[in-house]
């Protein structure tokens, strides 16, 4: 792994996440000495689903999908991480492999940490106490997670993704490529398009250039099964 150019002071990039903002002053700055930097080119993996973990990262900028094997070569993302987000950081307390696998959506800058150079820092039971509770809160979201993307159907995902984007005007912005957003709700891009190819045959959907037109009646009686079942 080769070390990228200084991209941000450690110290500064650490104090503005959540995990180690509100820790001590000198013990994030211990950590900081520690950090290292690394630029990953998109498509580059970062680690891969049950491989041995050596490090987990802190995304300064770009984005990294974490997707999981679903067989018959298909993948799951289980979420796109954004910049100040952590990744990897389960191998300190699991078994010491990676239970996802994570791959740069675009050119990415990553603070990251050994995890054997990070243990000894877990003695200090504040921080070892605040990390913790931020892990079980982000296990319960990838479980919560890995349920919906196994119950749905592809078209079901499909809305609730479009659902947490802004609409104005009865349209929504799509900011992502099909490809991106195939990945997104768990499906590959020939699937996705026949997908939305059946949608407009059924006129419940349009999609011209950036933007995206739905039945709000349809989408609005399948997100209510969704949320009932």
Do not use: C
């Amino acid at each position: 792994m080769v070390a990228d150019k200084l991209i941000m002071n450690p110290l500064e990039l650490l104090q503005q996440n959540e995990l180690f903002g509100e820790l001590d002053f000198t013990f994030i700055n211990n950590i900081a000495k520690n950090a290292h930097y690394h630029h990953a080119t998109k498509g580059e993996l970062l680690f891969i689903e049950g491989e041995p973990g050596d490090s987990f990262y802190l995304i300064a900028d770009g984005r990294v999908r974490l997707f999981k094997s679903a067989g018959n070569d298909r993948e799951t993302t289980i979420k796109t991480a954004l910049p100040g987000e952590i990744i990897g950081e389960v191998i300190l307390f699991e078994s010491g492999v990676y239970p996802v696998s994570a791959q740069a959506v675009t050119d990415s800058k990553l603070l990251f940490l050994h995890r054997s150079e990070f243990m000894g820092f877990l003695e200090d039971s504040a921080f070892r106490n605040a990390f913790l509770a931020v892990l079980m809160r982000k296990q319960r979201y990838l479980a919560e997670r890995i349920k919906v993307l196994s119950s749905l159907d592809v078209e079901e995902r499909f809305l609730l993704y479009l659902s947490k984007l802004p609409a104005e005007n009865d349209a929504i912005k799509i900011t992502e490529n099909k490809s991106v957003i195939a990945g997104e709700i768990g499906t590959i891009p020939e699937t996705f398009s026949r997908m939305i190819k059946k949608m407009k045959q059924r006129s419940v959907l349009e999609w011209k250039g950036d933007l995206v037109k739905i039945d709000k009646n349809y989408m609005d009686s399948v997100l209510e099964e969704i949320l009932i079942s």
